[in-house]
């Protein structure tokens, strides 16, 4: 041991006396000199208690120092496990400490005060080293106060929530109260952070929150610094004291080595505590707290705590063997011989500190005072840590010996590639590649233009290097071209009565499809040749667009590809990408022509008038090209970017309605209109295609299930009286997996469906009624309306709102329905028109002018729009007026001009359906839609008395044909009548 001090040397002999200091270690020094500090050798027993050093017995070097002060620290050479340096016992020997060696300041066993330093991811065991970094600017500016004051002590505490990043805690409860408390070793000083090596020693425990620097200078401190203190009066206290405290101690016993309560040289010493810990106003930060060592429980070297210390031993050399990172961090510290075996303290915190375990887990081995049961916990931590080590090394083990047989894998298919190379037996990759690609088009017949491409791509391949991306963009590029049908083209069945009984084996009807499928036919027989052409079907959903198409590639023995451009917003989509991008292919049209393998295939482009538009382009536009035969003989993609043949292609494409297609698109397709299906030919569709294919997607047959015919027109008429037969489709699979379920639950071995029993299996109806009004009374009209789902009935209602008031003013009219911009005018043109005809009629009759009516379309949820319904409101408009009901069971349509002409109008084979859904028996069609009905089939048009006007007055006369004469022979009824007998109707 060796105490380095300056001090009185008259204090020596009395040192000495009293055995406090070594005799051999006094030295005869004049008493001037005192600004060099004298080495002399303390006991340990008193060096403990700290007879020297305290605030008082602070060393200032280069300042004249009282005689009657003494500084001292404390150092060792050695380490020892009870903190008591051996005794020689003999007093005027020093034993083994030697002034010249290396030493460490010893750690005093009771600080009670010290800063705090909470930390977030793992606990600081005692005997380990941390590096800290602290950024937080008062508790930087404490640390560096408390190192100046020659006072490196830190409690480092665990934060109870990994969440808190906050460096300074505000409350007690945020941090565990159990820490450990540490040596600060080293500082670096960053601007605005510090960095700390720190030296954990012991537990410790949190007793109580310090809201002021619990160090004050004292009385002495701040006489030193000023130099105004009496020496004699100061020497004779001092010298007082030490006498006292040392005669204490010999009281005790120089043999005992229980740790003693440190006895401080302060005059304040003996006086009670000051208040600095009690509570304040207000909540402050936590950065000194009031802290008490905790000790570990008394144990005995038990056969279980070896056992437990032996494998504690084991699975530390055990992971060390499997995991080099822990070799070298312990390698000095297994080194250091058995006092570490023997040590179950440091053992058991040597093990949890090795681990990554949970903080909480580490946190309750650091709290834990039973050294069996911290033993307990630090084996099952390293235990933990084991069999992580173990899967860490067996995942390694599989990737370094699957590595190892890829690379010699490698090695061994490189070594072979050479072998056959130099034998002759096999060709380098770039010739194997080049040799696969002219195998490929030398059965084609490849223009000029391309076979141009070709070669120079080739040529430029075979000086690419092979792991370079220009090799791999030119390979793909290759491989497209090369894959393209180049002069190859599918057989053709050009036999009628082949394609007839195929169209007809899919589809019920289309006739003018069918029609027009022959007539291609006939004529590519003739001419020896086919070319391709561009259809488009227009029609409401649901009727068989998009199968009819793949019908006519089985019948014209063409390959069958099918895309979509609904909602297309890309142009690349149909011309293709740019080979300078990455992951560029080429378009729609080209991937049909490399997966069909032939260069007539039929194209079906489906939704086209729901084709989108983008910033990325307009797909539309885009579609001209390839659809022109004038244009698409020499298509340029822009992958490929060489002239692709696309005139024998047959181009066909579907849409619900013309009117959203761009004129320029719809100028280059032929169209083809597949209106809906009236009741009959739903029932045929049903009885020869629908209820054969659900029969047999359900595994049913004939014996188990019979849907009868008025079951059929039942679900036609009450439930599925849309345009086309999905629906339709729909419900009659729904019947078969009904009748399926009790079949296989052995309730019935056959089920017969009729019209009484059809709502056990689809539901009660959901059209109850024809149509909204059996009797129309006056101001009402039944219209005829048409949509992309198909034709339907529209009634137009008219009523007066209010009565006219007794002041002569000019009428009003209110629109109700969700109508267009189009209808509202319409509705406008019938007011004029209505009120022209109606004064032509009955000059007297003023109703139209002075009223103020209300017209309605009902549902009012459904958007209406268009032309068509002008004649429909000026015949309500005059019914009203005259308070008379117009012919039962009449719908009409036709667009109506201001001068009273009766205008054509588009759907009439869907209005006409919709009329004869509903049971009407008289239809009013414009006179120039009269070629549009002639084309209709007859059993469509059976049974309807059909009327076709030029002006609104052929419109009249059908409508009120009944009293047009008694009308005309009559005189007008007044207007007050007309007011009367309209508020008796309406209220």
């Given at each position: 041991?060796?105490?380095?001090?300056?001090?009185?040397?008259?204090?020596?002999?009395?040192?000495?006396q009293?055995?406090?200091?070594?005799?051999?270690?006094?030295?005869?020094?004049?008493?001037?000199?005192?600004?060099?500090?004298?080495?002399?050798?303390?006991?340990?027993?008193?060096?403990?208690?700290?007879?020297?050093?305290?605030?008082?017995?602070?060393?200032?070097?280069?300042?004249?120092?009282?005689?009657?002060?003494?500084?001292?620290?404390?150092?060792?050479?050695?380490?020892?496990?009870?903190?008591?340096?051996?005794?020689?016992?003999?007093?005027?020997?020093?034993?083994?400490?030697?002034?010249?060696?290396?030493?460490?300041?010893?750690?005093?066993?009771?600080?009670?005060n010290?800063?705090?330093?909470?930390?977030?991811?793992?606990?600081?065991?005692?005997?380990?080293?941390?590096l800290?970094?602290?950024?937080?600017?008062?508790?930087?500016?404490?640390?560096?106060?408390?190192?100046?004051?020659?006072?490196?002590?830190?409690?480092?505490?665990?934060?109870?929530?990994?969440?808190?990043?906050?460096?300074?805690?505000?409350?007690?409860?945020?941090?565990?109260?159990?820490?450990?408390?540490?040596?600060?070793?080293?500082?670096?000083?960053?601007?605005?952070?510090?960095?700390?090596?720190?030296?954990?020693?012991?537990?410790?425990?949190?007793?109580?929150?310090?809201?002021?620097?619990?160090?004050?200078?004292?009385?002495?401190?701040?006489?030193?610094?000023?130099?105004?203190?009496?020496?004699?009066?100061?020497?004779?206290?001092?010298?007082?004291?030490?006498?006292?405290?040392?005669?204490?101690?010999?009281?005790?016993?120089?043999?005992?080595?229980?740790?003693?309560?440190?006895?401080?040289?302060?005059?304040?010493?003996?006086?009670?505590?000051?208040?600095?810990?009690?509570?304040?106003?207000?909540?402050?930060?936590?950065?000194?707290?009031?802290?008490?060592?905790?000790?570990?429980?008394?144990?005995?070297?038990?056969?279980?705590?070896?056992?437990?210390?032996?494998?504690?031993?084991?699975?530390?050399r055990?992971?060390?063997?499997?995991?080099?990172?822990?070799?070298?961090?312990?390698?000095?510290?297994?080194?250091?011989?058995?006092?570490?075996?023997?040590?179950?303290?440091?053992?058991?915190?040597l093990?949890?500190?090795?681990?990554?375990?949970?903080?909480?887990?580490?946190?309750?081995?650091?709290?834990?005072?039973?050294?069996?049961?911290?033993?307990?916990?630090?084996?099952?931590?390293?235990?933990?840590e084991?069999?992580?080590?173990?899967?860490?090394?067996?995942?390694?083990?599989?990737?370094?010996?699957?590595?190892?047989?890829?690379?010699?894998?490698?090695?061994?298919?490189?070594?072979?590639?050479?072998?056959?190379?130099?034998?002759?037996?096999?060709?380098?990759?770039?010739?194997?590649?080049?040799?696969?690609?002219?195998?490929?088009?030398?059965?084609?017949?490849?223009?000029?233009?391309?076979?141009?491409?070709?070669?120079e791509?080739?040529?430029?391949?075979?000086?690419?290097?092979?792991?370079?991306?220009?090799?791999?963009?030119?390979?793909?590029?290759?491989?497209?071209?090369?894959?393209?049908p180049?002069?190859?083209?599918?057989?053709?069945?050009?036999?009628?009565?082949?394609?007839?009984?195929?169209?007809?084996?899919?589809?019920?009807?289309?006739?003018?499809?069918?029609?027009?499928?022959?007539?291609?036919?006939?004529?590519s027989?003739?001419?020896?040749?086919?070319?391709?052409?561009?259809?488009?079907?227009?029609?409401?959903?649901?009727?068989?667009?998009?199968s009819?198409?793949?019908?006519?590639?089985?019948a014209?023995?063409?390959?069958?590809?099918?895309?979509?451009?609904?909602?297309?917003?890309?142009?690349?989509?149909?011309?293709?990408?740019?080979?300078?991008?990455?992951?560029?292919?080429?378009?729609?049209?080209?991937?049909?022509?490399?997966?069909?393998?032939?260069?007539?295939?039929?194209?079906?482009?489906?939704?086209?008038?729901?084709?989108?538009?983008?910033?990325?382009?307009?797909?539309?536009?885009?579609?001209l090209?390839?659809?022109?035969?004038?244009?698409?003989?020499?298509?340029?993609?822009?992958?490929?970017?060489?002239?692709?043949?696309?005139?024998?292609?047959?181009?066909?494409?579907?849409?619900?309605?013309?009117?959203?297609?761009?004129?320029?698109?719809?100028?280059?397709?032929?169209?083809?209109?597949?209106?809906?299906?009236?009741?009959?030919?739903?029932?045929?569709?049903?009885?020869?295609?629908?209820?054969?294919?659900?029969?047999?997607?359900?595994?049913?047959?004939?014996d188990?299930?019979?849907?009868?015919?008025?079951?059929?027109?039942?679900?036609?008429?009450?439930?599925?009286?849309?345009?086309?037969?999905?629906?339709?489709?729909?419900?009659?699979?729904?019947v078969h997996?009904?009748?399926?379920?009790?079949?296989?639950?052995?309730?019935?071995?056959?089920?017969?469906?009729?019209?009484?029993?059809?709502h056990?299996f689809?539901?009660?109806?959901?059209?109850?009624h024809?149509?909204?009004?059996?009797?129309?009374?006056?101001?009402?009209?039944?219209?005829?309306?048409?949509?992309?789902?198909?034709?339907?009935?529209?009634?137009?209602?008219?009523?007066?709102?209010?009565p006219?008031?007794?002041?002569?003013?000019?009428?009003?009219?209110?629109?109700t329905?969700?109508?267009?911009?189009?209808?509202?005018e319409?509705?406008?043109?019938?007011?004029?028109?209505?009120?022209?005809?109606?004064?032509?009629?009955?000059?007297?009759?003023?109703?139209?002018?002075?009223?103020?009516?209300?017209?309605?379309?009902?549902?009012?949820?459904?958007?209406?729009?268009?032309?068509?319904?002008?004649?429909?409101?000026?015949?309500?408009?005059?019914?009203?007026?005259?308070?008379?009901?117009?012919?039962?069971?009449?719908?009409?349509?036709?667009?109506?001009?201001?001068?009273?002409?009766?205008?054509?109008?588009?759907?009439?084979?869907?209005?006409?359906?919709?009329?004869?859904?509903?049971?009407?028996k008289?239809?009013?069609?414009?006179?120039?839609?009269?070629?549009?009905?002639?084309?209709?089939?007859?059993?469509?048009?059976?049974?309807?008395?059909v009327?076709?006007?030029?002006?609104?007055?052929?419109?009249?006369?059908?409508?009120?044909?009944?009293?047009?004469?008694?009308?005309?022979?009559?005189?007008?009824?007044?207007?007050?009548?007309?007011?009367?007998?309209?508020?008796?109707?309406?209220?």
């Amino acid at each position: 041991m060796r105490l380095v001090t300056a001090v009185n040397v008259k204090l020596l002999p009395i040192l000495r006396q009293h055995n406090a200091i070594a005799r051999s270690f006094c030295k005869n020094r004049p008493s001037s000199d005192l600004r060099t500090p004298l080495p002399v050798c303390v006991r340990p027993q008193l060096a403990r208690t700290e007879y020297f050093g305290g605030r008082l017995l602070r060393n200032t070097r280069g300042r004249r120092i009282h005689p009657a002060v003494v500084s001292v620290r404390f150092f060792a050479t050695k380490r020892y496990s009870n903190r008591v340096p051996p005794s020689d016992g003999n007093g005027d020997q020093p034993g083994d400490y030697s002034a010249s060696l290396p030493a460490t300041v010893v750690v005093p066993e009771v600080w009670p005060n010290v800063p705090v330093i909470a930390i977030n991811r793992n606990p600081v065991f005692p005997r380990f080293i941390k590096l800290i970094e602290i950024s937080n600017p008062v508790l930087i500016d404490l640390i560096r106060r408390k190192i100046k004051l020659n006072q490196p002590y830190v409690g480092v505490f665990l934060k109870k929530t990994e969440e808190n990043e906050a460096e300074i805690v505000e409350n007690l409860d945020d941090i565990y109260s159990i820490g450990t408390f540490a040596q600060v070793h080293e500082v670096q000083d960053l601007g605005n952070r510090l960095r700390l090596v720190i030296m954990a020693h012991r537990r410790i425990k949190i007793v109580n929150q310090i809201f002021d620097d619990p160090n004050p200078k004292s009385e002495h401190n701040d006489t030193l610094n000023s130099g105004k203190i009496s020496r004699r009066s100061l020497r004779k206290k001092t010298e007082n004291r030490v006498l006292e405290k040392i005669e204490k101690v010999d009281e005790m016993g120089a043999q005992s080595t229980e740790v003693k309560p440190p006895i401080d040289f302060s005059e304040k010493s003996t006086e009670k505590p000051s208040n600095s810990s009690a509570p304040q106003s207000g909540s402050q930060p936590i950065l000194m707290v009031e802290v008490v060592n905790v000790t570990h429980e008394k144990f005995k070297q038990t056969e279980e705590i070896k056992a437990l210390t032996q494998e504690l031993i084991k699975t530390i050399r055990d992971i060390i063997s499997m995991n080099p990172l822990y070799r070298e961090a312990l390698q000095q510290m297994l080194h250091q011989g058995q006092k570490v075996v023997d040590n179950p303290v440091y053992l058991s915190d040597l093990g949890a500190a090795l681990t990554g375990a949970d903080a909480q887990e580490l946190q309750q081995v650091l709290e834990e005072m039973d050294i069996l049961k911290r033993l307990r916990l630090s084996l099952a931590l390293l235990k933990k840590e084991y069999e992580l080590s173990k899967l860490q090394q067996k995942i390694g083990r599989e990737v370094e010996e699957k590595v190892k047989q890829q690379h010699r894998k490698y090695i061994l298919h490189e070594q072979l590639k050479v072998i056959k190379k130099e034998l002759g037996l096999e060709k380098d990759d770039k010739d194997a590649i080049e040799e696969k690609y002219r195998e490929r088009i030398r059965q084609k017949t490849v223009p000029k233009p391309v076979m141009d491409v070709l070669e120079e791509e080739l040529n430029k391949l075979s000086f690419l290097e092979s792991h370079s991306s220009e090799f791999n963009v030119t390979r793909n590029y290759l491989d497209w071209l090369t894959s393209m049908p180049w002069g190859v083209t599918s057989t053709e069945n050009l036999n009628l009565q082949d394609a007839i009984k195929i169209l007809d084996e899919d589809h019920y009807g289309m006739e003018d499809i069918k029609k027009r499928i022959l007539e291609f036919i006939a004529v590519s027989q003739l001419k020896g040749s086919t070319q391709g052409k561009i259809l488009c079907f227009h029609g409401p959903p649901g009727v068989g667009k998009t199968s009819i198409a793949k019908s006519i590639s089985r019948a014209l023995n063409r390959e069958y590809f099918r895309f979509s451009v609904g909602g297309m917003t890309d142009v690349a989509e149909i011309k293709g990408h740019r080979r300078t991008y990455v992951g560029a292919m080429p378009g729609k049209v080209i991937q049909c022509l490399k997966k069909t393998k032939t260069e007539n295939p039929l194209i079906l482009i489906d939704e086209v008038d729901k084709i989108g538009k983008g910033h990325q382009g307009d797909p539309a536009s885009a579609l001209l090209e390839m659809l022109d035969p004038e244009q698409n003989v020499n298509f340029l993609d822009h992958y490929l970017d060489v002239p692709v043949d696309l005139s024998k292609v047959l181009f066909i494409c579907t849409a619900n309605v013309i009117d959203t297609i761009p004129e320029p698109l719809r100028d280059r397709m032929e169209m083809i209109d597949m209106s809906g299906y009236v009741a009959e030919e739903k029932l045929a569709i049903a009885k020869q295609y629908l209820v054969p294919q659900a029969r047999n997607e359900c595994g049913l047959s004939n014996d188990q299930i019979n849907i009868q015919d008025n079951a059929l027109t039942t679900l036609i008429k009450s439930y599925c009286r849309e345009s086309g037969v999905r629906n339709l489709q729909k419900h009659i699979e729904k019947v078969h997996r009904k009748v399926a379920f009790k079949v296989v639950k052995k309730e019935a071995d056959k089920v017969d469906v009729s019209a009484i029993n059809l709502h056990e299996f689809v539901g009660k109806p959901v059209f109850t009624h024809d149509r909204m009004y059996e009797v129309t009374p006056a101001g009402v009209v039944m219209g005829l309306a048409w949509t992309a789902m198909g034709g339907s009935t529209l009634f137009i209602e008219s009523a007066v709102r209010k009565p006219t008031g007794g002041k002569k003013a000019e009428g009003t009219f209110e629109v109700t329905g969700h109508l267009g911009d189009v209808m509202k005018e319409s509705i406008h043109i019938a007011m004029t028109v209505a009120r022209n005809h109606l004064k032509q009629e009955d000059p007297s009759n003023a109703f139209l002018y002075d009223s103020h009516l209300h017209i309605h379309v009902p549902e009012g949820a459904t958007p209406k729009d268009g032309p068509s319904a002008g004649v429909t409101i000026a015949t309500a408009l005059l019914s009203l007026a005259k308070n008379q009901a117009i012919r039962q069971n009449v719908a009409m349509t036709g667009e109506l001009s201001l001068m009273g002409k009766v205008l054509p109008v588009g759907g009439i084979k869907e209005k006409t359906i919709a009329a004869k859904r509903v049971d009407v028996k008289c239809i009013i069609l414009p006179e120039e839609n009269k070629k549009d009905f002639n084309d209709l089939p007859k059993y469509i048009t059976d049974g309807l008395e059909v009327h076709f006007a030029s002006t609104f007055d052929d419109v009249y006369r059908i409508c009120f044909a009944q009293t047009h004469e008694t009308n005309s022979l009559q005189s007008a009824k007044p207007i007050s009548t007309h007011i009367s007998a309209t508020e008796s109707i309406f209220g």
